[in-house]
């Protein structure tokens, strides 16, 4: 198993960035798919970025694209999401998530473990 925490939300304005970090912990931490969601109020939870075990295979959502940039380091068991050029519809809480048993996608589904969240607030 795993454990994820989440970490560098904060408030900010439109245009300003932010770097999100997931430090995952267990034995076979290294070895999973990685995955970001995020999550506004009334709203359900949404695919963001995800990221194979390797590294070499990344996915990211539409609206993101050009904007947000994911990375692992294996050797901090860690994932980071750079965040780029905030809009205030980002706001929202976002997760960290890992899968044992899939490689990298978008269905919340799928992951296994889940971090606490982390919430991001991008004022106007």
């Known amino acids: 198993q795993v454990q994820l925490v989440e970490s560098g939300g904060g408030l900010v304005q439109a245009g300003d960035s932010l770097r999100l970090s997931c430090a995952a912990s267990?034995?076979?931490?290294?070895?999973?798919?990685m995955g970001w969601f995020r999550q506004a109020p009334g709203k359900e939870r949404e695919f963001v970025a995800a990221?194979?075990?390797?590294?070499?295979?990344?996915y990211y959502a539409d609206f993101v694209k050009g904007r947000f940039r994911l990375s692992r380091e294996n050797t901090k068991n860690a994932v980071y999401l750079q965040m780029d050029s905030l809009k205030p519809e980002d706001t929202a809480v976002y997760y960290c998530?890992?899968?044992?048993?899939?490689?990298?996608?978008?269905?919340?589904?799928?992951?296994?473990?889940w971090g606490q969240g982390t919430q991001v607030t991008v004022s106007s």
């Open positions: 998530a890992a899968s044992s048993t899939f490689n990298a996608n978008q269905r919340a589904a799928n992951y296994n473990y």
């Open positions: 267990g034995r076979t931490a290294r070895s999973y798919a």
């Open positions: 990221i194979d075990w390797s590294g070499r295979t990344i």
